[in-house]
């Protein structure tokens, strides 16, 4: 009954790769988010998704594409990653205009 | 622009002593303010919200916050801190609860 899930928790990858994180909430929110956690742990939001519609596109590389093929869905796909793109990256949802709902992140290294 | 101040990087409390963390944001409206806790390897989970109302807000696991909005504080509050409360907690400010911008983070050591 896992509220906002995401796959994989762990991507081990090599520069130059292509790799898609995967999330799902089965709260039945309108809006999804993605965001990225650095090494110091800040955390920043990248896109937002609301009804599938993009709502929030932060100053993100073009390499980072957010898709969302249905409400309970918001995948992010990367191309030729970089090491500067290692991080923990959440998903989260929220009703519109409520509290967000994390998932439990995807540790994503870059080789 | 928003933005969220958390002044203190690390804060170490001994089990049972009352714990204060601070949170300062700079916002031109009225705020939609949230504390998170995240645990070492895990997501952030929701302890507070303030949205409007009563300026004193009530939490999950004991926790509480006061809004006061002369000092644009939103400061998270603990009676008695237990050691499963060793955490790093977030604090955050949005329009709404769209584009939430979030502190550097307090790392909470409990000393037993």
């Known amino acids: 009954d896992t509220a906002v899930s995401q796959t994989p928790k762990y991507l081990v990858t090599q520069m130059g790769n292509d790799k898609s994180i995967k999330c799902e909430q089965n709260?039945?929110?309108?809006?999804m988010y993605w965001y990225k956690q650095d090494s110091k742990k800040f955390l920043k939001i990248m896109f937002s998704?609301?009804?599938?519609?993009?709502?929030i596109n932060e100053t993100v590389p073009n390499r980072f594409s957010p898709k969302s093929p249905d409400k309970a869905h918001l995948n992010l796909h990367i191309n030729s990653l970089e090491l500067g793109d290692s991080a923990v990256y959440f998903c989260?949802?929220?009703?519109?205009?409520?509290?967000?709902?994390f998932g439990p992140g995807t540790r994503l290294t870059v080789l | 622009a928003q933005s969220v101040t958390q002044p203190d990087i690390h804060i170490t409390v001994s089990e049972g002593a009352s714990l204060e963390l601070r949170c300062n944001y700079s916002?031109?409206?009225?705020?939609?303010l949230f504390w998170y806790v995240q645990s070492p390897g895990q997501g952030l989970q929701l302890l507070l919200k303030?949205?409007?109302?009563?300026?004193l807000v009530q939490g999950i696991k004991g926790f509480e916050a006061e809004f006061k909005r002369s000092q644009s504080s939103f400061n998270l509050r603990k009676p008695s801190v237990h050691w499963s409360d060793a955490a790093e907690y977030f604090c955050?400010?949005?329009?709404?609860?769209?584009?939430?911008?979030f502190g550097a983070g307090t790392i909470l050591r409990v000393k037993s």
């Open positions: 989260a949802s929220s009703q519109t205009n409520n509290e967000q709902f």
């Open positions: 303030y949205f409007s109302g009563d300026t």
């Open positions: 955050a400010v949005g329009p709404y609860g769209n584009k939430l911008v």
């Open positions: 998704y609301n009804n599938k519609e993009l709502i």
């Open positions: 916002y031109g409206a009225t705020p939609y």
């Open positions: 709260l039945g929110h309108d809006t």
